[in-house]
């Protein structure tokens, strides 16, 4: 076990086999082994399900913005947070409630392994059909839709430019109609202009 010998007197460290304990480790593996077998009781592996496709909606707003009281008597599913009814925990915001969701002992308690299906060639080009259909009915529905939005904006902007340009040339005429009615009244009441200090001979 700890062995002393040979070790300086200045060296107050145990020294220790490793050998000999890993052999006593192994000894007490094999033995705890074959007790196992002769009682039966060696647990066959669980056989679990590879992982699915979730096929419901997290529901992670419909809690947002309200206002419970909790009592000692309140039922752990109503307390605050994000109850999980697989688990039976509690967990207090919606980014730990998706890595529980996601998570080992979360799939384990329902049955499922962390292993994924291996996709086939032919699901594989059947996921991209589906994936380019739907691509092509977004673009379709967009150009509709869109395009008139588009149009009916550009129409907007142009009468509103329309509008901007009448109302300029509007007070432009009228600021000319003050000078000319500015120039005629100094002519008649006898000075030329204002503020010049240039006399003319």
């Not at 145990?14 to 890993?22: A, F, G, M, P, T």
């Not at 307390?79 to 996601?102: P, R, T």
Request: proline share 1%.
């Amino acid at each position: 076990m700890a062995s002393g010998s040979g070790s300086s007197k200045t060296d107050f460290r145990r020294k220790w086999d490793k050998d000999e304990y890993e052999n006593l480790a192994q000894k007490r593996l094999t033995e705890e082994r074959d007790r196992e077998r002769r009682d039966g009781k060696v647990a066959p592996p669980v056989k679990r399900d590879l992982l699915r496709h979730r096929d419901y909606k997290v529901d992670l707003e419909s809690k947002l913005g309200k206002t419970i009281v909790i009592t000692k008597t309140t039922p752990q599913a109503e307390m605050g947070g994000y109850y999980c009814n697989v688990c039976d925990c509690v967990v207090k915001d919606s980014i730990n409630f998706l890595d529980h969701i996601n998570g080992k002992k979360h799939q384990r308690n329902l049955g499922m392994s962390m292993r994924v299906e291996r996709s086939s060639l032919d699901q594989v080009k059947k996921r991209f059909e589906v994936n380019k259909k739907k691509m092509e009915e977004k673009q379709k529905e967009y150009d509709f839709e869109e395009r008139m939005k588009e149009l009916r904006e550009e129409e907007e902007k142009a009468k509103a430019y329309k509008k901007e340009k009448q109302k300029e040339r509007k007070r432009r005429a009228e600021e000319d109609v003050d000078f000319e009615e500015d120039d005629e009244m100094a002519a008649v009441m006898g000075f030329s202009g204002f503020g010049s200090s240039k006399k003319s001979h």
